[in-house]
């Protein structure tokens, strides 16, 4: 190999080579804004030496190879990160939602409207007879049941939200899976020539994509396709295929290749869907049981009171808002809604005439025996004593019906055993459920008292004379006590995976335990923001990491262009030496 | 170190964004005027916070109680008064005519007089509260003393009933403040044609000595001048006993001063921003953000690309 010829090889090599370089350093500076762009570097290298002259004598520059600038570990160890910040965000988003609804400084918020409500008590204590003062009971009381209803309701529509968004999600990481096992095959046939850096990158992009919806796992196999698992190690992608997710009736499912699909839900854990997953099956369930027990609280403790009183007149006709299953079954076992709190114990039914006189010697006596007497049973003894003054039935749906002859009322007092409030006679709310619990969802005013004020029990009988007077506020007084005391109540709180965990017994106030409620809001809720802020911290840092190792600095590929620029020109001037030594030769004659 | 193009943007956009969310918070405390914006702002604090908003609600209404019960009692206290005053004229009188120098005119006299104290003691027994009979018991909305003159001879018949009135005036505190006529005036179960019978009522009292003085019976008068001393007695006490109610109503009262104003500054201390700290932190982070916007613009203009 002659030596010019070398040279003019050689030069038209490097000119190659740095036009190759340069190319490179455009593509960088195009996509510097390009997310998930990783940096690339051409590689240069000097060719093969070959033999000249007795010597190994150098051939020139060669583009070998163009490589991303990548590091593994952070880019994973990023990827993770970013997963719990999703999480965390998502839970931030929801805990701020739960906070609003439970909007303390908000006029019509619960506690204001329990506050709202001891204090109409009082009102009626100080003017029993007044018409006014019952109406704002009524009143008072219907605002505490629309709160109780519209924070129960606001709590449902946010589970129905994040399931619409749980099903969004499954089908966005359905379409993920896909797109990668698709680039999985074009990066098994693009190896052939070589890295294809871009495909990489973008195959890099859309994992940072599904990490934010799942905490996930990956790995490259030697054919260079990436294998990605959930986080628990369910296939999402191999090679070129993928599995898809489906979401069924609030549970992620795993589509395997065979027929059988597994519920996946309890395993994703980071993500968006994991921040979902733990609001909607750990936060709201608790919150919402909380809120059911405070509702179910007040219905039978209200209720408990109001049963002992009496309003400024008697019934003529009354039916219980709580239905038995069975009227056959002890009262205790008979599938009323509160059951389990009658006791051992004893009722008054007076019975007066058309003048308001105390029909017989004294009231009917019904005596309760929690675990023997039916509802039928004690239907029988009110009609046996009753002597056809008042007719007891017990209605289709269960309930008991009380209605008196023509020209009669009656009243009740002194119940020791619960069982009035129990079947819902004489009582202030109502709100029954049995199967779900959600007392806060079904909890109303009484429409026997919203209908006739005068039901609201302000007094009491006396127990001596059967008398009711007017402006008697013994009841109120008792129901002005309540607001004071202490009650023993269960906290909630769940898991998930586990559902509900042992419930926590506190005896507290009505008030303080919705207090207590509110604050663990907002407790949970300052610990996910900080969580939050600490993660994003920490991302940050790690993308500033990951940044500086592989995003474009347009410095540097300033830089780049002057170094790569200048040695095209230093190697066009090569070539010219070397024609000029060409023509030097041609012009010896 | 190797600093890409795209970290210096990020940096800039992450420290704005700080100091943004940073100036915002301190603006809404300073605008609010409340430490606590949100529950998880100091929920701690919160709850405190909601524990002393429900106590003063209850205090605030202990106070309207308490009104209303000081409202009872001063009527209370002016009608036994009044009925004190009235029972001593009539001893005075009773006296004067027990005299043996009186004449049956004169006596016929005193009797039309004695006739109208007790028709004003029988107003007053009928004081109402707004709409409510103080002396009925609880049967507030019926007039608990009522004159007979259809029966002979007359009487007065006690329609309320034996349970006082009461209020709550705080935690399981109950105070009488209506009174059962029948603990002021006597009970009206006897036989009232028997002059010898009901010598605790005090209409029946006083019904007997008017018809004393119109049969000038200088023993009745006698026998009355006893039986009034008794009225009086008892009157005074039970004025004596209605003030001590309402000295406890005016200590509560003192003390639900105290509550309001302990509670209302724990509250204020829990939830209301410190505003002079609350304006230097937003002056603070204003200058930080005005700061960082200045140092962002120069970085952000430097380039090699102006240089080529």
Same mark, same amino acid.
């Given at each position: ?11 038209k ?34 060719r ?39 999480s ?33 008590w ?14 704002i009971?009524y ?27 749980i ?24 190896r052939i ?5 871009d ?160 029909v ?51 009243a009740f ?75 023993s ?21 009505l ?9 663990s ?37 300033m ?7 200048h ?11 070397g ?8 012009d010896?004659? | ?18 100091v ?14 409340k430490r606590?914006?949100?529950? /998880?702002d100091? @929920?701690?604090g919160?709850? !405190? ?5 429900? $106590? %003063?609600?209850?205090? *605030? ?48 006299n ?23 009979y ?16 259809? /029966?002979?001879? @007359?009487?007065?018949?006690? !329609?309320?009933?034996s349970?006082?009135? $009461? %209020?709550?005036?705080? *935690? ?12 002021i ?10 002059p ?33 001393d ?51 932190d ?13 140092s ?13």
């Amino acid at each position: 190999m002659s030596g010019i010829g070398l040279l003019l090889t050689t030069a038209k090599d490097a000119l190659l080579a740095q036009q190759l370089a340069l190319d490179v350093v455009s593509h960088n500076v195009a996509n510097v804004n390009t997310p998930g762009y990783s940096r690339q570097i051409p590689q240069l290298a000097t060719r093969q030496p070959a033999p000249y002259a007795g010597m190994m004598l150098g051939r020139g520059v060669n583009v070998e190879e163009v490589v991303r600038n990548t590091d593994a570990f952070i880019e994973t160890r990023l990827q993770q990160r970013k997963t719990d910040l999703n999480s965390l965000e998502e839970q931030e988003v929801y805990m701020s939602a739960l906070e609003a609804i439970f909007n303390e400084s908000s006029e019509r918020s619960l506690s204001t409207t329990l506050s709202e409500f001891w204090n109409a008590w009082h009102d009626l204590a100080n003017n029993p007879s007044g018409n006014s003062e019952r109406g704002i009971i009524y009143e008072r009381g219907t605002l505490l049941c629309q709160a109780f209803n519209s924070v129960h309701a606001d709590l449902e529509q946010l589970t129905s939200q994040l399931n619409l968004s749980i099903e969004a999600a499954v089908g966005d990481i359905n379409e993920l899976s896909q797109k990668i096992a698709d680039l999985n095959q074009q990066i098994l046939s693009g190896r052939i020539n070589g890295n294809p850096n871009d495909l990489l990158d973008k195959r890099n992009q859309l994992i940072t994509e599904l990490s934010q919806y799942m905490d996930i796992q990956h790995y490259e196999n030697e054919d260079g396709s990436l294998t990605v698992t959930t986080g628990r190690g369910y296939v999402l992608v191999t090679g070129a295929n993928s599995y898809q997710l489906s979401y069924d009736d609030g549970a992620v499912r795993w589509e395997s290749s065979g027929a059988a699909n597994r519920d996946i839900t309890d395993t994703i854990e980071g993500g968006k869907l994991g921040g979902w997953l733990d609001v909607r099956d750990e936060v709201i369930p608790g919150y919402e049981a909380d809120l059911n027990e405070l509702a179910k609280a007040i219905i039978w403790e209200v209720n408990r009171i109001h049963t002992q009183g009496v309003g400024t007149q008697g019934f003529t006709s009354i039916i219980g808002s709580y239905g038995v299953t069975n009227a056959g079954a002890a009262l205790q076992s008979s599938g009323l809604d509160f059951e389990d709190k009658i006791i051992d114990g004893s009722f008054h039914i007076w019975v007066y005439d058309s003048n308001g006189d105390v029909v017989g010697s004294g009231p009917l006596t019904i005596n309760i025996d929690a675990d023997v007497t039916s509802l039928n049973a004690l239907v029988t003894d009110i009609n046996n004593q009753a002597g056809g003054n008042i007719t007891a039935s017990v209605d289709a749906n269960g309930r008991l019906q009380l209605s008196a002859a023509t020209g009669y009322t009656f009243a009740f007092s002194e119940d020791t055993s619960g069982v009035l409030a129990a079947l819902g006679i004489n009582t202030f709310f109502t709100g029954s459920s049995p199967t779900d619990g959600d007392y806060a969802k079904f909890i109303e005013v009484n429409p026997v008292v919203e209908q006739n004020k005068a039901y609201i029990a302000a007094g009491k009988i006396d127990s001596s004379t059967g008398e009711m007077a007017e402006g008697d506020n013994a009841n109120v007084l008792d129901m002005i006590n309540l607001s004071c005391s202490e009650i023993s109540m269960n906290h909630y709180h769940y898991e998930r995976g586990t559902g509900a965990l042992p419930p926590e017994p506190v005896s507290t106030t009505l008030d303080d335990y919705l207090h207590t409620l509110e604050g663990s809001i907002g407790i949970k809720s300052q610990s996910v923001t900080r969580s939050r802020e600490y993660t994003e911290v920490i991302v940050n840092q790690l993308e500033r990491t990951r940044d500086n190792i592989s995003a474009v600095s347009i410095d540097e590929e300033m830089a780049n262009i002057i170094k790569y620029q200048h040695a095209y020109a230093a190697a066009a001037k090569l070539i010219s030496t070397g024609d000029e030594m060409f023509k030097t030769l041609l012009d010896i004659r | 170190m190797r600093v890409a193009t795209k970290t210096m943007y990020d940096n800039v956009r992450i420290n704005l964004d700080r100091v943004t969310e940073e100036m915002v918070r301190a603006s809404n405390v300073v605008s609010s005027g409340k430490r606590i914006n949100k529950l /998880s702002d100091d @929920p701690i604090g919160l709850v !405190n916070v909601l524990h002393l908003r429900s $106590s %003063l609600k209850n205090v *605030e209404q202990l106070e309207k109680n308490i009104a209303v019960g000081k409202s009872w009692l001063r009527a209370g206290e002016s009608a036994l008064n009044q009925i004190y005053n009235i029972l001593s004229d009539t001893k005075a009188l009773c006296v004067q005519m027990a005299n043996g120098s009186q004449g049956a005119s004169e006596r016929a006299n005193a009797a039309v007089q004695v006739d109208g104290y007790l028709r004003q003691i029988l107003a007053l027994a009928n004081t109402q509260v707004g709409s409510r009979y103080i002396f009925s018991g609880t049967n507030t909305s019926t007039a608990p003393f009522e004159l007979d003159e259809g /029966s002979s001879p @007359p009487q007065v018949n006690y !329609n309320g009933n034996s349970t006082p009135f $009461s %209020l709550n005036i705080g *935690e399981g505190m109950n105070v009488e403040v209506g009174r059962n006529g029948e603990e002021i005036f006597g009970d009206d179960n006897f036989d009232w044609s028997d002059p010898g019978a009901g010598s605790m009522n005090v209409f029946k009292g006083l019904l007997d000595l008017k018809s004393a003085l119109q049969n000038n019976d200088v023993d009745g008068i006698q026998e009355a001048i006893g039986r009034l001393d008794v009225y009086i007695d008892r009157i005074n006490n039970m004025i004596s006993n209605t003030g001590i109610k309402e000295t406890q109503l005016d200590v509560k009262w003192g003390v639900i001063q105290d509550l309001k104003l302990n509670y209302t500054e724990r509250k204020s201390e829990l939830e209301d921003a410190d505003i002079t700290q609350a304006v230097m932190d937003l002056t603070s982070r204003q200058t930080a953000y005005k700061a960082a916007l200045a140092s962002s613009a120069k970085v952000m203009q430097l380039s090699l690309v102006d240089y080529l």
